[in-house]
C-alpha cells in the first residue's frame, strides 16, 4: 500500500484542516493540510494530485507530500 500514487481531492475541512483524497484504484486515504507540499495548506476538492501513502499516527494509512499531478508526457 505504501509509496506514491496519484488521485482526486475528495474532501477538504479547511476550518478543521483535514480531508481525504481518493487513489485512482479507489481507496481514499485521510491527509492533513501540513501534508500539502507547497506548504499552502489549503487544496481545491476535486484536483488531481500526486502524494505518498505512509503509515499513520492512528493505525491506518495516510496520504503526505500531497502536490499537483504532474503532466502528462
Known amino acids: 500500500m505504501a509509496g506514491d500514487q496519484t488521485g482526486t481531492v475528495t474532501t ?5 484542516g483535514f480531508g481525504t483524497v481518493t487513489a485512482d484504484e479507489g481507496v481514499e486515504h485521510f491527509f492533513h493540510c501540513t501534508a500539502i507540499a ?18 499513520g499516527r ?10 499537483p499531478e504532474a503532466p502528462p508526457a
Open 12 to 16: 477538504f475541512d479547511d476550518p478543521a
Open 38 to 55: 507547497d506548504g499552502s495548506r489549503q487544496i481545491d476538492v476535486g484536483a488531481r494530485v500526486r502524494f505518498t501513502v505512509v503509515p
Open 58 to 67: 492512528q493505525g491506518r494509512w495516510e496520504a503526505t507530500d500531497l502536490g
